[in-house]
């Protein structure tokens, strides 16, 4: 059976919609709005880390060179023989690998630091470089102007109005050992105030908390670097765009797509829809049988219950809740005569008239039932057999003063039994009809 439209329990689906996207867009934005604040923490955390770095590089750069310095690795350089030699080199070598060794917390965040000298194209690295040792990359290309301004990635290339903060970014690229997209942050080593090279690290885009789960892109213009983060699709549209700077020459653009809310909202209305229907279809249901339950235990005639209500879960569920219940046999004095003079129109008329009597004499908690004929029983539900005879009072006197038409009346004969529980409700009912029958005897004999 189709269910008709309800607007109850579409303003309900609705509001449940609203209620769910809201919180689901709360806790959407203040995910991101974390990963945000953590992507800020990591450059900042990384620029602190390499500018400290490249000034205490510069100190040791200015300090009475080492005579007797052990090399052990991780030194690379077109012309290793001099840049072993090297005061500058061997200094800033040696306190390096101090650092190295030691790893102060500081220096944490970094998989790979490595100290760029101009003097003999001269890398020093916290771990070995293996496309270097593999003697398959020519490491003099590393310094050359063609090589630094392509991928901005050295300060000596870099105009003086862009390293305010002695910090630059490189552009993102492809990390030659890890295959890995990756930024390299970087700061320039000065000695006596000339620059002779760079401490720089990589940053790998993709162990960023939020970069490994984005559209990443990246763009140049007017000088500044522009890094993309999408979080859900490329395009920018449909989405809330989220901007900070990270150094004088990079900014960061987060864009925040509004689509999973409205994928998470359209997916909600379904759910909440295709629910409430589901609510509305079972209550249709019950509705329906509960009527046509109801009405196979209604008397056509009269519109009181049938004889099948005695026999029914309802009736039992109702004794159950006491054990003080009258049972009230009733039938209809003389109504073959009003048959047999006025007609069965007259007749069904008398005993719709007794039936409305008994109604507007008991109460709900009474269930009035037409037993067959011109015959009734009345359940009285947790009453008294002094109450129930107060009430068969008004209706006896209902009946003598109300004609059924005109001067035609109707009586009726009573009879009642107590009885506790369901089990007895037979043994009531024949109980009653022998008070029955012995207070029609008494009427006869007077």
Known sequence: MPVKHNPKYCFIAFNFTLIATIIFSYLYFEHYSDKYSHVSHTFESNKAQVYLFSKFISQVADNTPKQHVQFTGNIYSSDIEKAMNNDVIKSIYDESQKIYKHKPSWLSLFDLIYIKLHPYNTIISSRPMHFLEQGSYDIKYLFTEEYCIKFR????????ADLKDDLIFSEPHIDKDTNILT??????????DKNIGDVQTDIHLSEIHMTSLAHFSYRMENGMLYLNLHNFTESTAFSQQMTFPIDSNATMVIYISYLPIVLFCLASAFMFGSFFYLVALY????????????DSM???????????ILTSKQLKKRLATSKSHVLIALDGNKLKQINDSYGHTMGDLAITHIAKTLQDNFTDDDIVIRHGGDEFIVVAINDSLLNIQRKLDKVHSAL?????????????????AAFDTYDALN?????????LYRHKKRQHSE
């Open 153 to 160: 990635a050295c300060t000596n290339y870099i105009h003086s």
């Open 183 to 192: 930024i390299t942050l970087i700061s320039p080593i000065y000695l006596h």
């Open 283 to 294: 209550n249709r249901k019950k509705t329906v049988q509960s009527k046509l339950e109801r």
């Open 298 to 308: 209604t008397d056509e005639l009269t519109g009181c219950y049938n004889r099948k």
């Open 400 to 416: 003598a003063t109300t004609p059924v038409q005109d001067a035609i009346f109707v009586s009726l004969s009573a009879g009642m």
């Open 427 to 435: 043994s009531a009912i024949h109980d009653a009809d022998m008070d």
